[in-house]
């Protein structure tokens, strides 16, 4: 079981960086699949990026692959989405979701959510 909780989420200019973070209060972290996904002007959550519990398989969406690069720390129960690059397009709530099974890019079977953080990009 956990519970997740997304930071980082702030105004950011286009062309500019920033870090997202998702903590994670259970104990057996590293035994689920994370990702990260996006909720813009529609009600759906479109799929960003995910992360094995090893951290060692990763998956993007085509539209931020080569600008975004998720990592985990197991240690410290926590996943990161580093953005770079930002795009007015990118501007959205970013939701941390975890799930135990293979890396998957849908939001069909992801057990558990956090509330997301929000990601604004300006010109």
């Known amino acids: 079981q956990l519970q997740l909780v997304e930071s980082g989420g702030a105004l950011v200019q286009a062309g500019g960086s920033l870090r997202l973070s998702c903590a994670a209060s259970g104990r057996t972290f590293s035994s689920f699949t994370m990702g990260w996904f996006r909720q813009g002007a529609g009600k759906e959550r479109h799929f960003v990026a995910t992360?094995?519990?090893?951290?060692?398989?990763?998956a993007y969406a085509d539209f931020v692959q080569g600008r975004f690069t998720i990592s985990r720390d197991n240690a410290e129960n926590t996943v990161y989405l580093q953005m770079n690059s930002l795009q007015l397009e990118d501007t959205g709530v970013y939701y941390c979701?975890?799930?135990?099974?293979?890396?998957?890019?849908?939001?069909?079977?992801?057990?558990?959510w956090g509330k997301g953080t929000l990601v604004t990009v300006s010109s």
């Open positions: 992360i094995s519990g090893s951290g060692s398989n990763t």
């Open positions: 979701a975890a799930w135990d099974g293979p890396l998957q890019t849908i939001t069909f079977g992801t057990d558990y």
